[in-house]
Nanobody, 125 residues
Framework: QVQLVESGGGLVQAGGSLRLSCAAS????????MAWFRQAPGREREFVPS????????DYLQSVKGHFTISRDNDKNTVYLQMNSLKPEDTAIYYC??????????????????WGQGTQVTVSS
């Protein structure tokens, strides 16, 4: 079993930055594809970024390309999401997810077996 705990959320003004962390316990993260999803009030949960088990490949939601960066440190069993140039539209609960390597799209929530409890990100105007 894998337990995931997100941290680093908070309140920030538009144009500011936050760095989210996802720490794992129970087993190592190195075999897993990792991703971040977010859900804003009244909206569906949406894919944000993913990173391959080795860290060599990443994918991003189009609207956050160039502003968000996903990374991982397998030695620390932690995944990060650096968020720069934040906009009010980025306000949401952000969830960390882990899943095995499959042929499913990295953006598909159903491919992930383990989820964190979420961390709130609020961007003010």
């Amino acid at each position: 079993q894998v337990q995931l705990v997100e941290s680093g959320g908070g309140l920030v003004q538009a144009g500011g930055s936050l760095r989210l962390s996802c720490a794992a316990s129970g087993r190592t993260l190195d075999p897993y594809v990792m991703a971040w999803f977010r859900q804003a009030p009244g909206r569906e949960r949406e894919f944000v970024p993913s990173i391959s088990s080795s860290g060599s490949s990443t994918d991003y939601l189009q609207s956050v390309k160039g502003h968000f960066t996903i990374s991982r440190d397998n030695d620390k069993n932690t995944v990060y999401l650096q968020m720069n140039s934040l906009k009010p539209e980025d306000t949401a609960i952000y969830y960390c997810a882990a899943g095995p390597s499959t042929t499913w799209s990295a953006a598909s929530a159903r491919r992930y077996d383990y989820w964190g409890q979420g961390t709130q990100v609020t961007v003010s105007s």
